[in-house]
Nanobody, 114 residues
Framework: QVQLVESGGGLVQPGGSLRVSCATSGSRISSKNMGWYRQAPGKQRELVAR???????VYSDYVKGRFAISRDNAKNTVYLQMNSLKPEDSAVYYCNTFPINWDWGQGTQVTVSS
């Protein structure tokens, strides 16, 4: 059974940075497209960024130029570096395959507030 464990969230001021991580167990990610998703209160879960096995990344227009997705296949882990954070980036952040193929993890809360 695949398990996704997101970590690294927290409270940060507008303009600040955070890096969130997603450790995967039960399956290797090396051959899979992986994505970071987020869900804010009262809103649908949305795709933020995705990365293919070769490292090619695609970003939503909302985060392009501010966020960077990366992967470490040896550690079976995907990362999301978030810079120039805005209050509207506040959400629970999740990882999964792209398209979605696994059960969701618990996510990690990111709150951007002064």
């Amino acid at each position: 059974q695949v398990q996704l464990v997101e970590s690294g969230g927290g409270l940060v001021q507008p303009g600040g940075s955070l890096r969130v991580s997603c450790a995967t167990s039960g399956s290797r990610i090396s051959s899979k497209n992986m994505g970071w998703y987020r869900q804010a209160p009262g809103k649908q879960r949305e795709l933020v960024a995705r990365i293919n096995p070769g490292g090619y990344a695609v970003y939503s227009d909302y985060v392009k130029g501010r966020f960077a997705i990366s992967r470490d296949n040896a550690k079976n882990t995907v990362y999301l570096q978030m810079n120039s954070l805005k209050p509207e980036d506040s959400a629970v952040y999740y990882c999964n395959t792209f398209p979605i193929n696994w059960d969701w993890g618990q996510g990690t809360q990111v709150t951007v507030s002064s």
